[in-house]
């Protein structure tokens, strides 16, 4: 029984590239947050962007955004159930899917503790995407978010992953896209040569790709992926 103090909390979806933007937020994700006037944000420019394309029925000047990143602090998140109080809200990503490699799950954890309802919407994700055009095994699978910034450790994690991906286990990660070149040298130094690497680059939008190679191939026809958004896949 959810408690009638607090409205309901949807996590609505972002789109994931500016092209056809429109076409990746559903009809029902529209008709369901069109009332919402209080929005959890990671950034405040790209919920603006997104909520322009959800039509709500109050203009944006009478908006309550609230701020949920990586520099809030944990006892900050508390506070934000003010919004909710009376009010449903919607909780946003910068792209894709709110809570999935976002800060946004400390409040669901939170709402759901005190038995407020949490309604997720369908949306993309880079992740899912890349996963499903990789051709690897999307039976088991995990989601490794970053890799360690220093080399040893990010070595250590790479030969982790490696070592699960050849067990049948597909391992997606993501990198810092200025970073990106970096670690896909750093992948093609350390992992076996015929060890199969997918590329997501750009997904969703009209210059995207997804490309699988061995580590092999990569090494001679390397991309020049910096400051592309892209998500990892080793795989068998």
């Known amino acids: 029984m959810s408690d009638p103090k607090y409205g309901k909390l949807y996590l609505i979806p972002n789109f994931l590239s500016a092209d056809n933007s429109d076409d990746f ?6 008709r369901l947050v069109h009332h919402v006037k209080n929005f959890v944000v990671e950034n405040e420019k790209q919920a603006r962007a997104l909520i322009k394309k959800l039509n709500l029925q109050h203009p944006q000047n009478e908006l309550q955004l609230f701020l949920l990143n990586e520099h809030t602090q944990a006892m900050e998140v508390p506070t934000l159930l003010k ?12 792209a894709g899917l ?17 038995n407020i309802e949490v309604i997720p919407l369908p949306g993309a994700s880079s992740m899912m995407m890349a996963l ?7 039976q088991q699978f995990t989601f490794s ?7 040893n450790p990010k070595i250590k ?13 597909t391992q997606i990660f993501m990198e810092t896209p200025y970073r990106n070149n970096q670690l896909l040298s750093e992948l093609i130094a350390q992992c076996n040569p015929q060890s199969k690497l997918s590329i997501a680059c750009n997904i969703s939008s009209e210059k995207g ?10 090494k001679k026809s390397l ?5 592309i958004p892209c998500v990892f896949v080793i795989g068998t």
């Open 132 to 138: 499903m055009g990789s051709g690897f095994n999307g």
């Open 223 to 227: 991309p020049d992926l910096h400051k």
């Open 98 to 114: 709110p809570c999935i490699a976002d800060p946004g799950s400390a409040l669901v954890a939170l709402a759901q503790s005190k």
């Open 157 to 169: 994690r790479i030969k982790e992953i490696e070592t699960l991906a050849h067990r049948g286990i």
């Open 145 to 151: 978010g970053y890799l360690p910034i220093d080399k």
């Open 209 to 218: 790709w997804v490309r699988t190679k061995t580590m092999a191939q990569w």
């Open 25 to 30: 937020i559903a009809e029902m994700v529209r």
């Open 83 to 94: 919004a909710l109080e009376n009010n449903d809200v919607g909780i946003m990503s910068d």
